[in-house]
């Protein structure tokens, strides 16, 4: 990465999120940039673009991950729980230990990527109670706290809210409004969900609209950042928009293009 920033010399950070197990393009990540931000979803539980990658297929198979992939594109949640169920019930473990297993194998890979400085949120679909044991001193891992980088203001807070796909790191509105009350005034919010605006949170390729928030929505109203940065909808129907005085980005699903969206001022 570049030396940290000194005199007038611009800063440039690279902003990734929904990694979901790509390790090789997140180590290059950092290239050319003052410091790293990652908004989350490490994890490769189920590539919904290849089903043979993940710990469920892994586990039950490609034949299942397409069907419940099937299932839950087509909001047939509990048929697709039922399923679960079954294919776990012959598995002949516990399902918490095998998942974490596999979990912590994930994040010894990607925490590794991580280059210094790292700033890091979790994701809807992480587990947060284990990053401690794989973030390093080069990386600082926040939720509903303050960072400053280059003389600019950055608050962070992750996972998302509850949903039918009941994903790990889920959360009340109650909870999650209070984080962002707690980060308070910034310069660069940054976020794994977007803010609850339509065009914003509806996937184009799962054609359903993702959970946004709408305390999020309603701090950048209120508390007029120059940016929101966030991930989550991989395929949104618009990346960029304009909420008030602030750029609303999302910062592109890493684990399909590898490619880190930069910041610089």
Request: proline share 6%; glycine share 10%; net charge negative.
């Amino acid at each position: 990465m570049a030396p940290t920033p000194a005199g007038n010399r611009k800063t440039r950070v690279h902003v990734v999120s929904d990694v979901h197990g790509n390790a090789r393009d997140l180590a290059r990540a950092g290239e050319g940039a003052d410091a790293l931000i990652c908004l989350g979803d490490l994890v490769l539980f189920l590539d919904y673009a290849d089903h043979s990658r993940g710990i469920f297929p892994d586990l039950f198979g490609v034949e299942n991950a397409d069907r419940i992939v099937e299932l839950r594109t087509a909001r047939r949640f509990e048929e697709a729980r039922d399923l679960g169920a079954r294919l776990w019930g012959g598995i002949g473990a516990d399902r918490g230990s095998v998942i974490e297993t596999a979990v912590r194998k994930q994040y010894a890979e990607m925490f590794a990527a991580f280059p210094t400085p790292t700033y890091a949120t979790y994701g809807n679909v992480d587990m947060p109670p284990l990053w401690p044991e794989y973030a390093g001193p080069g990386t600082t891992v926040l939720d509903g706290e303050r960072a400053e980088i280059g003389g600019w203001t950055f608050g962070f807070v992750g996972g998302g809210l509850r949903t039918p796909m009941r994903t790990p790191y889920e959360i009340s509105d109650e909870e999650y409004a209070a984080k962002i009350e707690a980060v308070g005034e910034v310069d660069v919010l940054c976020t794994h969900i977007p803010p609850e605006v339509p065009e914003l949170v509806y996937d184009t390729v799962a054609r359903r609209f993702e959970r946004g928030s709408r305390a999020l929505l309603a701090a950048i109203r209120r508390t007029r950042p120059r940016y929101s940065l966030f991930g989550h909808v991989h395929q949104p129907l618009v990346r960029r928009m304009r909420i008030g005085a602030t750029e609303c980005v999302n910062v592109g699903h890493f684990a399909g293009s590898g490619k880190p969206w930069a910041l610089e001022w």
